[in-house]
Structure formats: structure tokens, C-alpha cells
């Protein structure tokens, strides 16, 4: 029955079914997306064709800064091994990009060879020519850290025109290139050299669309004073934001990244606490890989349908026969009136637009008669897939999530702080006395004993109204004191003997201080009353 319905009708009613998140993206976007971009030719203008690696791919890390800010030795300090092509020194010594990718043997493998590879994501490289992919190479080795994630290693980055002009290629359209592959990217500055040159800031600018991927590390500032610590950190959120202009604060991480003795220990805890925070960012970056890809893959969609409306206007706009340069100069010149034009008929947000000195620049060169019309089709069908496909794919997501939850990375500097005495903030707090054989609290029980006997015991217990007139005199919110009255009712009766009035006290202590509570009372906490002997 209804054979006359053709199958290609009948699959467009049907949802798509995908296996894995990965699979779904590219499947997406060789039937979806890819079509409207080749037909209003947008690897020309923005980025190439995304190939089957970049979604398979690990997670990838950028690092970006000026030489001599300790890139390379922050990979060195990450994975806890030299990798191959490594060089390290005071004056500019990386003058290749290098990505640090897992092998089962040390070796390098130089650019021409990488990019006709269809294992590795940097086929499209190819564009960059010859002077690009003799200054690029990939560093293998077996590592544990390089088992989730890749590293990207930069050259440094040089004050004046000379170094611009000596690269042979566009270091800034490269860096581009490989911010919209990446999951995370690192800007690293020296303490000590503070000054944005103007390539800097160009590399920086051209980073504008990818700002949720950026974070800024202050490396090398255990070599100042607490005090110009401060003013260093200040100088160096003014200067990024000036070139930074979006109204949020970048997040800034300080510390020094190598594994050589702190010059300056004055500051020692807030590095760790930084370098702490830091490695949960990039441990992170496995688990929401497939989320960064399907970010990406909206924010290109957006990207290609406000490619197609400007072209087809263009197209629209041009004569048949005569005047077609002069026409063609008018519409370049007059194209951020192109753009508000589609902005008001298209409900377009102004951020979705390419920046407009860039797109005025690569229509120069473009024969706007091969340019094709609009075909609502074909955007239809992007419209369906971020309407629709994507929103599957989100559910998709969330539960690959939870089949891997301990997906994250391991190894290297990031085992030496997970367990055991010099992981963060062990000892601290809460964690006070974790190793003692006496009960931590104890030491200060005669002076809790002194109040507890004040606020009128039944039984050797007070009621929760007669301790919380004692508690609230700690000024502490109620939400918190409510979550220490929980933890120190150890035996659950509503009622606190002189043991559990202590532990309450000690932990308004714990708060006092700027620890965090913990959310169960750890073993070493409970009152020697309470503990069960085995």
C-alpha cells in the first residue's frame, strides 16, 4: 500500500538513527550541512570541509603566547617526559607548530607526511603550502596523558614586522585554522613580560569567535613578590581587556608550570589551588568532547546559512550583461548595509555575522556571476537539522556522559596531586587530623565542654534550640549552620551531647577559616564514642 511514495520521502518522516554521538555529527553534516556549503562556496571564504577524523579525533589543547613564556615546558610538565623535537631555552626556540599525539613508539612525523594522513585531522593544513608544513610536525609517544587528549605546541610569538613578514605563511589564519578544532586554548604570558606585541594582538583578535575555549595562564609568577604579583595581575587584565572586548572577565589561572623548586614561596597555596583548578579544566576535556563537537557544529551551521543569504544577495543585486565591475566595487564597499538588510529580513542576530573587513577583503578577488541564488531548500534542511537532529543528539550526549563518568585524564603531573598526602588541600580543613591517632576535635573540647555545660544539659544532651543559640553566634547563614547541625548529630536523635557539640564547633571553625564543608563527616571525624569497633 502507498507504494507510489518514494523512499527518500519516507526516510525524511523518519528520524535518524545514530549509534554514537560521533557518528551522528558526521552523518549530519555530509548530508545536511556540506551541501549548502558547497553550493554557496564557504571553504573559500571561512574554513575548509570537515573531513571523518575531526570528529573521531581526541580533544585537543592550544598553547598560544610570545616566547620564552614556558609553552613548551608546560607540556613538559604536563606529561612528565620529554617528546621528540623538543627544544627549550630564554630565546625563541619552537619554530614549529608541533602536535604531541599518542604512538607506540617515540618519533616524529614531518607536515607533508601529516597532512595526507586520513587518521589525523590536519588534511586540510595542505592549504597553507609548502612554507607552513616544513615548519610543522607531529611529536608521538606513548604517554598516559596523551591517551585522552593531544597537545599543540606553538612558535613563539615576536614583537615587530620582521618576524611577520620572515614566516612565509599567515601565522594568524593557521592559529585560526586550528581554534576551531581545538577544545581548549591556552594564552600563556610571563610574569615579567607583560607587553602584547602587535602580532599577539592580531593572533588573539583572531581568536574572537572561540572565546569558551580561551583561558589565560600567568606563568613564572612565583619569581615576583605578593605585591607585584598584584599589580601584574592587574596590568594584565587591563591589557587583554582592551583586546578581549566582550564583557565577561577571561578566566586567569597564576602559577609557576614546571616542576623546578617555587624562587618565591610566599604564594604557594594559591598555586596549587590555580594549578588545581586548571588540570580539573583539562581533565574535563574528555568527557565533553562530543558536546564541544556539536557546539561547533552549530555555531559553522549559523555561520553557512548567513554565508548563503549574503551571496545569494549579492548574486541578486548583480546586472545580467553590462556594468558588472563597477557594480561589484559598489556592493563590496556597501556590504555592511548588505548585512543589516539580511539582519532585518532574516531575524539575524548581528553576532552571527563574519567580520566584515575579512569578507570585504576575500569578495575582492571572487566573480560574483558564478555566485549561485537563493535556494530555500537547502536551508530548509540546516533549519530541520538544528531544529530536530541536534536536539536527539543532545540526549545522546548526556547519556554517553553518563556511561563514562570517570572518563578523564590520567597520568603524568595529573596523578601527582590525586591521592595521598600532597594532593590539594590534604591535611586542611576538614581533613585536619585525617592521620592522627587521637580525635582532632579533642584538643579543644575542654573549651567547647566549658559552653556546652552553660546551655542547660538534659541527660548529657542539649536540644537543637538551645545549641542553635550558641551557633548563631557565629553569624554563619543558616543553610550552613543547618548543614553543620547535620553533620554533627552523628547518632541522628535531634539532640547533641558534649561530643557532637564539639564537632559542631570545630566545624564552624573549619567554615570560619574558608574551608569547604564536606558533604559526609569523614571517619577521622566522628566522635570516639560513635565509632564502630570492629
Given at each position: 500500500?502507498?507504494?507510489?511514495?518514494?523512499?527518500?520521502?519516507?526516510?525524511?518522516?523518519?528520524?535518524?538513527?545514530?549509534?554514537?554521538?560521533?557518528?551522528?555529527?558526521?552523518?549530519?553534516?555530509?548530508?545536511?550541512?556540506?551541501?549548502?556549503?558547497?553550493?554557496?562556496?564557504?571553504?573559500?571564504?571561512?574554513?575548509?570541509?570537515?573531513?571523518?577524523?575531526?570528529?573521531?579525533?581526541?580533544?585537543?589543547?592550544?598553547?598560544?603566547?610570545?616566547?620564552?613564556?614556558?609553552?613548551?615546558?608546560?607540556?613538559?610538565?604536563?606529561?612528565?617526559?620529554?617528546?621528540?623535537?623538543?627544544?627549550?631555552?630564554?630565546?625563541?626556540?619552537?619554530?614549529?607548530?608541533?602536535?604531541?599525539?599518542?604512538?607506540?613508539?617515540?618519533?616524529?612525523?614531518?607536515?607533508?607526511?601529516?597532512?595526507?594522513?586520513?587518521?589525523?585531522?590536519?588534511?586540510?593544513?595542505?592549504?597553507?603550502?609548502?612554507?607552513?608544513?616544513?615548519?610543522?610536525?607531529?611529536?608521538?609517544?606513548?604517554?598516559?596523558?596523551?591517551?585522552?587528549?593531544?597537545?599543540?605546541?606553538?612558535?613563539?610569538?615576536?614583537?615587530?614586522?620582521?618576524?611577520?613578514?620572515?614566516?612565509?605563511?599567515?601565522?594568524?589564519?593557521?592559529?585560526?585554522?586550528?581554534?576551531?578544532?581545538?577544545?581548549?586554548i591556552i594564552l600563556l604570558f610571563d610574569a615579567h613580560k607583560l607587553d602584547i606585541s602587535d602580532e599577539f594582538s592580531e593572533v588573539i583578535?583572531?581568536?574572537?569567535?572561540?572565546?569558551?575555549?580561551?583561558?589565560?595562564?600567568?606563568?613564572?609568577?612565583?619569581?615576583?613578590?605578593?605585591?607585584?604579583?598584584?599589580?601584574?595581575?592587574?596590568?594584565?587584565?587591563?591589557?587583554?581587556?582592551?583586546?578581549?572586548?566582550?564583557?565577561?572577565?577571561?578566566?586567569?589561572?597564576?602559577?609557576?608550570?614546571?616542576?623546578?623548586?617555587?624562587?618565591?614561596?610566599?604564594?604557594?597555596?594559591?598555586?596549587?589551588?590555580?594549578?588545581?583548578?586548571?588540570?580539573?579544566?583539562?581533565?574535563?576535556?574528555?568527557?565533553?568532547?562530543?558536546?564541544?563537537?556539536?557546539?561547533?557544529?552549530?555555531?559553522?551551521?549559523?555561520?553557512?546559512?548567513?554565508?548563503?543569504?549574503?551571496?545569494?544577495?549579492?548574486?541578486?543585486?548583480?546586472?545580467?550583461?553590462?556594468?558588472?565591475?563597477?557594480?561589484?566595487?559598489?556592493?563590496?564597499?556597501?556590504?555592511?548595509?548588505?548585512?543589516?538588510?539580511?539582519?532585518?529580513?532574516?531575524?539575524?542576530?548581528?553576532?552571527?555575522?563574519?567580520?566584515?573587513?575579512?569578507?570585504?577583503?576575500?569578495?575582492?578577488?571572487?566573480?560574483?556571476?558564478?555566485?549561485?541564488?537563493?535556494?530555500?531548500?537547502?536551508?530548509?534542511?540546516?533549519?530541520?537539522?538544528?531544529?530536530?537532529?541536534?536536539?536527539?543528539?543532545?540526549?545522546?550526549?548526556?547519556?554517553?556522559?553518563?556511561?563514562?563518568?570517570?572518563?578523564?585524564?590520567?597520568?603524568?603531573?595529573?596523578?601527582?596531586?590525586?591521592?595521598?598526602?600532597?594532593?590539594?588541600?590534604?591535611?586542611?580543613?576538614?581533613?585536619?587530623?585525617?592521620?592522627?591517632?587521637?580525635?582532632?576535635?579533642?584538643?579543644?573540647?575542654?573549651?567547647?565542654?566549658?559552653?556546652?555545660?552553660?546551655?542547660?544539659?538534659?541527660?548529657?544532651?542539649?536540644?537543637?534550640?538551645?545549641?542553635?543559640?550558641?551557633?548563631?553566634?557565629?553569624?554563619?547563614?543558616?543553610?550552613?549552620?543547618?548543614?553543620?547541625?547535620?553533620?554533627?548529630?552523628?547518632?541522628?536523635?535531634?539532640?547533641?551531647?558534649?561530643?557532637?557539640?564539639?564537632?559542631?564547633?570545630?566545624?564552624?571553625?573549619?567554615?570560619?577559616?574558608?574551608?569547604?564543608?564536606?558533604?559526609?563527616?569523614?571517619?577521622?571525624?566522628?566522635?570516639?564514642?560513635?565509632?564502630?569497633?570492629?
Amino acid at each position: 500500500m502507498f507504494s507510489w511514495v518514494s523512499k527518500d520521502a519516507r526516510r525524511k518522516k523518519e528520524p535518524e538513527l545514530f549509534q554514537t554521538v560521533a557518528e551522528g555529527l558526521r552523518q549530519l553534516y555530509a548530508q545536511k550541512l556540506l551541501p549548502l556549503e558547497e553550493h554557496y562556496r564557504f571553504h573559500e571564504f571561512h574554513s575548509p570541509a570537515l573531513e571523518d577524523a575531526d570528529f573521531d579525533n581526541k580533544p585537543m589543547v592550544l598553547l598560544v603566547g610570545q616566547y620564552s613564556t614556558g609553552k613548551t615546558t608546560f607540556i613538559r610538565h604536563l606529561i612528565e617526559q620529554d617528546f621528540p623535537g623538543m627544544r627549550i631555552g630564554p630565546e625563541p626556540t619552537t619554530d614549529s607548530f608541533i602536535a604531541v599525539m599518542h604512538g607506540p613508539t617515540e618519533g616524529v612525523v614531518p607536515g607533508n607526511a601529516l597532512v595526507v594522513d586520513p587518521r589525523r585531522p590536519f588534511r586540510k593544513l595542505n592549504a597553507f603550502g609548502n612554507a607552513f608544513l616544513n615548519r610543522f610536525m607531529c611529536a608521538q609517544l606513548p604517554n598516559p596523558v596523551l591517551d585522552s587528549i593531544s597537545i599543540i605546541d606553538t612558535p613563539g610569538i615576536l614583537s615587530g614586522e620582521k618576524q611577520r613578514i620572515s614566516r612565509g605563511y599567515d601565522f594568524a589564519a593557521v592559529l585560526e585554522w586550528f581554534a576551531e578544532r581545538v577544545d581548549r586554548i591556552i594564552l600563556l604570558f610571563d610574569a615579567h613580560k607583560l607587553d602584547i606585541s602587535d602580532e599577539f594582538s592580531e593572533v588573539i583578535k583572531a581568536l574572537k569567535n572561540h572565546e569558551d575555549k580561551i583561558r589565560v595562564v600567568l606563568n613564572k609568577a612565583d619569581q615576583i613578590e605578593t605585591q607585584q604579583l598584584m599589580r601584574v595581575y592587574g596590568a594584565l587584565m587591563w591589557s587583554l581587556g582592551k583586546i578581549i572586548n566582550t564583557p565577561e572577565v577571561v578566566r586567569v589561572y597564576i602559577g609557576s608550570f614546571w616542576s623546578h623548586p617555587l624562587l618565591i614561596p610566599d604564594n604557594r597555596k594559591l598555586f596549587e589551588a590555580e594549578e588545581q583548578d586548571l588540570f580539573k579544566d583539562i581533565q574535563s576535556l574528555p568527557r565533553n568532547a562530543a558536546l564541544r563537537k556539536l557546539n561547533d557544529l552549530i555555531k559553522r551551521a549559523r555561520l553557512a546559512k548567513v554565508h548563503a543569504y549574503i551571496i545569494s544577495s549579492l548574486k541578486k543585486e548583480m546586472p545580467n550583461v553590462f556594468g558588472k565591475e563597477s557594480k561589484k566595487k559598489e556592493l563590496v564597499n556597501n556590504l555592511g548595509e548588505v548585512y543589516q538588510k539580511i539582519e532585518r529580513e532574516h531575524q539575524i542576530s548581528s553576532g552571527d555575522f563574519p567580520s566584515l573587513r575579512k569578507m570585504q577583503e576575500l569578495l575582492q578577488t571572487q566573480d560574483f556571476s558564478k555566485f549561485q541564488a537563493l535556494k530555500p531548500k537547502l536551508l530548509d534542511t540546516v533549519d530541520d537539522m538544528l531544529a530536530n537532529d541536534i536536539a536527539r543528539l543532545m540526549v545522546m550526549v548526556r547519556q554517553e556522559e553518563s556511561l563514562m563518568p570517570s572518563q578523564a585524564v590520567k597520568g603524568g603531573a595529573f596523578d601527582g596531586t590525586m591521592n595521598g598526602p600532597f594532593g590539594h588541600g590534604y591535611g586542611e580543613g576538614a581533613g585536619e587530623g585525617i592521620d592522627d591517632v587521637e580525635w582532632v576535635v579533642g584538643k579543644d573540647k575542654p573549651t567547647y565542654d566549658e559552653i556546652f555545660y552553660t546551655l542547660s544539659p538534659v541527660n548529657g544532651k542539649i536540644t537543637g534550640a538551645n545549641a542553635k543559640k550558641e551557633m548563631v553566634k557565629s553569624k554563619l547563614p543558616n543553610t550552613v549552620l543547618g548543614k553543620i547541625w547535620k553533620l554533627a548529630d552523628v547518632d541522628k536523635d535531634g539532640l547533641l551531647d558534649d561530643e557532637e557539640f564539639a564537632l559542631a564547633n570545630h566545624l564552624i571553625k573549619v567554615k570560619l577559616e574558608g574551608h569547604e564543608l564536606p558533604a559526609d563527616l569523614p571517619p577521622h571525624l566522628i566522635p570516639p564514642s560513635k565509632r564502630r569497633h570492629e
